[in-house]
C-alpha cells in the first residue's frame, strides 16, 4: 500500500525509465546554469561520462554513483538522483559482465580489476564503403 506522499509523486511527477545496471558505462547529460560577465543566467548541457558503481533506491528516490577517471587520473564520483530535473538525458555507451551489484572493487586507485571487465559496446554504427561491392 502506497502512502498519501507517494500517491501525490505518481500523479504529479513523470518517472524517467532507464534500464540501467551497475558495469555499465553511461552519459549523463546534466544540465547547469551558468553566469555570464554581464549577470545573465543562462543553461548549458555538460556530459558525464563513467561507470555505473551501483544503483541504490527504488523509484522516485533512485539514484546512480557514476565514477569516471578524469584527466589528470584522479577518480571522480558523482551521485545522480534518476528523476530529478538536472538530468536530462542518460545515454548507455557500453555494458560490462559483472557479477555484483555494487563495484566498490573499482574505486581502489591500485587495482587492475578495471582491466578484467569484459565490454561490449551498444551504440556502434558501422559505416558503408562507397565503391565496389
Known amino acids: 500500500m502506497?502512502?498519501?506522499v507517494e500517491d501525490v509523486a505518481v500523479e504529479v511527477i513523470?518517472?524517467?525509465t532507464t534500464e540501467?545496471?551497475?558495469g555499465q558505462t553511461v552519459r549523463i547529460h546534466e544540465r547547469i546554469k551558468d553566469i555570464t560577465p554581464k549577470g545573465e543566467v543562462r543553461e548549458r548541457i555538460q556530459i558525464f561520462e563513467?561507470?555505473?558503481l551501483g544503483i541504490k533506491g527504488a523509484g522516485l528516490s533512485r539514484t546512480l554513483t557514476i565514477r569516471k577517471i578524469s584527466s589528470g587520473g584522479f577518480?571522480?564520483?558523482k551521485i545522480y538522483p534518476v528523476n530529478s530535473p538536472v538530468v536530462s538525458k542518460i545515454e548507455l555507451v557500453k555494458t560490462a559482465k559483472v557479477r555484483r551489484a555494487?563495484?566498490?572493487?573499482l574505486q581502489n586507485a591500485n587495482s587492475g580489476f578495471k582491466r578484467k571487465l569484459k565490454e561490449t559496446y551498444v551504440n556502434t554504427t558501422t559505416k558503408?564503403?562507397?565503391?565496389k561491392k
Open 2 to 4: 502506497e502512502t498519501p
Open 14 to 16: 513523470p518517472t524517467k
Open 20 to 22: 540501467v545496471r551497475a
Open 50 to 52: 563513467g561507470i555505473v
Open 75 to 77: 577518480g571522480v564520483e
Open 102 to 105: 555494487k563495484l566498490s572493487f
Open 128 to 131: 558503408k564503403k562507397k565503391g
